[in-house]
């Protein structure tokens, strides 16, 4: 059988939530600036489309972790494979993932970030996939909470393939 991707959460879904989200964020920083952080690749569409609606003043800045390959589990070994360019220092941080799985990524992560001395840390994620965490990670936004499912698209990728997609989706027909 060939691989194939069946819509779990439509673009039109995805959308409505990520104002939800810019909304509560505004609310929640009201009178501040916040430095966000995208977790590349795959945080790169969502955090676009959720720096378009946030109100307050927006800083970005970029940084790539890699673990998995082009499997469709974690290798568990996490290292920086672009760092960020600027400094932490006294920013009101706002680090955005397009997922959290296994939790290892962001556990890693946040450690390193903490020891920069940001004036606060959040965390905010399009997809939260709890059934699979084996790393604790408190996280401040979700848009949706996923069943154990591999899934692709709005920036998650398979492969490299499918981070295009402008849904969320499910691939069948793959080990
Ligand atoms: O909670 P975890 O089990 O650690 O998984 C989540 C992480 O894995 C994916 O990134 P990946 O390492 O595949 O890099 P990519 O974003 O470039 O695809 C995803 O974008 C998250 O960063
Ligand atoms: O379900 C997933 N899909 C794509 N990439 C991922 N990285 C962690 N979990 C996933
Ligand atoms: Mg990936």
């Known amino acids: 059988m060939g691989e194939s991707v069946r819509v779990m ?3 039109a879904e995805v959308t409505k939530r990520i104002e939800e989200m810019g ?9 501040k600036q916040i430095h966000l952080i ?14 378009k609606r946030i109100s307050v003043p927006v800083s970005m800045d970029f940084m790539s972790v890699g673990s998995y390959g082009d499997g469709t589990t974690s290798s568990g070994v996490v290292r920086i494979v672009k760092d ?8 009101d941080v706002l680090v955005v993932e397009d997922i959290i799985d296994s ?4 556990y890693y992560l946040l450690d390193v970030l903490k020891k920069r001395h940001p004036n606060s840390m ?12 084996v790393r604790d990670v408190r996280v401040d936004y979700v848009g949706f ?4 499912e591999f899934v692709v698209g709005y920036g998650l990728d ?6 295009n997609l402008p849904y969320i989706g499910i691939v069948e027909g793959v080990e």
Do not use: H, N, W
């Not at 959040?122 to 965490?133: G, M, N, S, V």
């Open 38 to 51: 995208c977790i590349l690749k795959g945080g790169v569409f969502f955090m676009c489309e959720l720096a």
């Open 84 to 91: 960020l360019d600027e400094s932490l220092e006294g920013k």
């Open 9 to 11: 959460i439509s673009e």
């Open 145 to 148: 909470e996923i069943p154990d």
């Open 103 to 106: 939790g290892r990524t962001l």
């Open 23 to 31: 909304r509560e964020i505004s609310e929640d920083y009201a009178g």
């Open 122 to 133: 959040k965390l905010c994620t399009l997809l939260d996939k709890p059934d699979r965490r």
């Open 158 to 163: 398979y492969a490299q393939k499918y981070r």
